[in-house]
C-alpha cells in the first residue's frame, strides 16, 4: 500500500525543504477534484523515480467519487501536498485496487472479497511519501492509522491493504493480519518479479485488542477531536507540527 522513500539518498535529503507543520484532511473525493488529480501525480513522482511506472493505483475511475475517502497531508499554507493515500470501495472484487493487481493470481480471492463486502469493506490505497517530510518523525504509520480512526465515522468492519515490505513491518504494531493463503505463502510477485506484494487485513474492531497501546491512544484521540486535533512529532530533521481536520 506505500511508495516510500525508504532509499532517499543523502543529497536529496539535504535539498529538501524543511517542513515544520503539516495540515492532515480527510474528506471525500467528491468535495475536491483538484486534490484527487495531485495526488495521483504526486504519487507516480515516487515511484517512477524507483522505476515503477504502471500499478494499478495509478487509475482514475476514482476520482470525485463520493464513496471514495481522501487521507492527505498539505504544507501549512495549502499549496503543496506532502503525503497521501486513499480509501476505495466497491460493489463488485473487481472495483478493488488488490484484485486489478493480483486478483488472477489466486482464484479464491474473488468469493473472498464476495464475501466481506456486504460487511462494510474499504480498501487502503495509492500511498506515498514525500521527500519533504523524510526524517521529520511522519512516515507512513500516520496514514495507517488515520484510515483505521476512520473506520468508525465510515461504518466499515474491513479494511483491506495490499501491502509492500514497508508497511509490513507495521503489521503487528497496528494489529492487522497477513492472508497467507493467497498467493505463495502470502506472497504476490508485484507490482515487478524482484518485489513481493501481501494482501493484509484490518477488522474493526475485532483486531483493536491486537494494535500496541500507543496507536490505540492515537485512534481515540482522533475520535474525540477529528476537527482540530494537533500533535507533534519529532525525527532526525526535527520537529513537525500537524493539525487534523477530518471532514467524512
Known sequence: ???????????????????????????????????????????KRVLRAY?????????TDWVGRDDVILIVALSADGEKILAGTRLQSGKKPSSFPLFQAVGKEDE?????????????????????????????GLGVEWMVQSAMASMSMLNLRNLLALTSPVTRRMR??????????????GYFKYPTDTLRASIEQFIFPDYLPNSEPEVKSFLEDLWAAPIGHEMSVEGPKGKLKVRFNISI
Open 172 to 185: 503487528d504494531k497496528m494489529g492487522w493480519k497477513i492472508h497467507s493463503e493467497f498467493g505463495n505463502n
Open 108 to 136: 479464491a480471492i474473488e468469493p473472498w472479497l464476495k464475501s466481506i463486502i456486504p460487511e462494510g469493506t474499504m480498501e487502503l490505497n495509492g500511498m506515498w511519501n514525500s521527500i519533504e517530510l523524510a526524517g521529520m
Open 51 to 59: 522505476g515503477i511506472n504502471n500499478i494499478s493505483s495509478f487509475k
Open 1 to 43: 500500500m506505500s511508495s516510500s522513500l525508504s532509499r532517499t539518498s543523502t543529497e536529496q535529503l539535504r535539498k529538501a525543504k524543511v517542513v515544520d507543520e503539516v495540515h492532515l484532511r480527510i474528506l471525500r473525493a467528491s468535495e475536491d477534484v483538484g486534490l484527487c488529480h495531485q495526488m495521483v501525480e504526486g504519487h
